[in-house]
């Protein structure tokens, strides 16, 4: 089995920062891409940011200039650091990766976590 484990969620202002860090645990290889989804109340889930192994990263186009994606592959770890946060940021964000086992890659995510932008 494979969790993902995220922290770092909770209430900001706008204008505010907030770190999302997610980490990957159980029986596998490798963990090949990582990335950030976010769902808010009545929208589809939608792509915040990604990262492969390799450093290679891509970013939704509302998130771009504020927001980076980060990972330390030796902790199976990826992180976003979210600034300048917006209203229309606040969503439940979702942590996702492909992972190898030995069956395969699985696609997995995490439990997500709350990220709400208010005054």
């Known amino acids: 089995q494979v969790q993902l484990v995220e922290s770092g969620g909770g209430l900001v202002q706008p204008g505010g920062s907030l770190r999302l860090s997610c980490a990957a645990s159980?029986?596998?290889?490798?963990?090949?891409?990582m990335g950030w989804y976010r769902q808010a109340p009545g929208n589809q889930r939608e792509l915040v940011a990604t990262?492969?192994?390799?450093?290679?990263?891509n970013y939704a186009d509302s998130v771009k200039g504020r927001f980076t994606i980060s990972r330390d592959n030796a902790r199976n770890t990826v992180y976003l650091q979210m600034n300048s946060l917006k209203p229309d940021d606040t969503a439940v964000y979702y942590c996702?990766?492909?992972?190898?086992?030995?069956?395969?890659?699985?696609?997995?995510w995490g439990q997500g976590t709350q990220v709400t932008v208010s005054s």
């Open positions: 996702n990766a492909d992972v190898q086992n030995q069956l395969g890659i699985k696609n997995v």
């Open positions: 159980g029986s596998f290889f490798r963990v090949l891409t």
């Open positions: 990262m492969s192994s390799l450093g290679r990263t």
